[in-house]
């Protein structure tokens, strides 16, 4: 009973693997739940990053003092940033909605939605997201 007193990400007898993955399964998917209809500005990517980061530090050991970047932290843990993730399910969803049928409600909102974004300064931000999201992901393949 004493073990449970202390949070999981310190205690010593759990692996890093064994953390990492209740981590990926049980925080992550709080964190990111609802993400496909986020609109991602700049604040909250770096929210989303910093938490991430804090989170990563204190499962792989890191003090706070220890100068390490959040990018070799990330290359410890083999994780990408939760800011990446949230960009990731918020382009699977613009192309599940795309695929939708057009009599459907959903479909026309996303498509004024990107007609609207199209004809601001802020598509050229939103064709590099998910031509830099598609990449990576072809990379992994």
Do not use: C
Not at 22 to 47: K, P
């Amino acid at each position: 009973m004493q073990a449970l007193r202390k949070p999981l990400r310190r205690q010593q007898s759990i692996s890093r693997t064994t953390k990492m993955r209740i981590y990926n399964a049980a925080v992550l998917s709080v964190l990111l739940y609802g993400a496909e209809t986020w609109q991602l500005t700049g604040t909250l990517s770096s929210r989303l990053d910093d938490f991430d980061s804090r989170a990563l530090r204190s499962i792989l050991g890191i003090h706070w003092r220890v100068l390490i970047s959040n990018e070799m932290v990330r290359t410890l843990a083999g994780q990408p940033p939760a800011s990446y993730l949230a960009a990731h399910r918020w382009v699977r969803w613009y192309g599940y909605v795309l695929r939708l049928p057009t009599h459907l409600p959903s479909r026309p909102s996303w498509t004024s939605t990107l007609a609207r974004l199209a004809r601001s300064d802020k598509w050229r931000a939103f064709v590099y997201l998910v031509g830099k999201i598609w990449i990576s992901y072809l990379d992994k393949i």
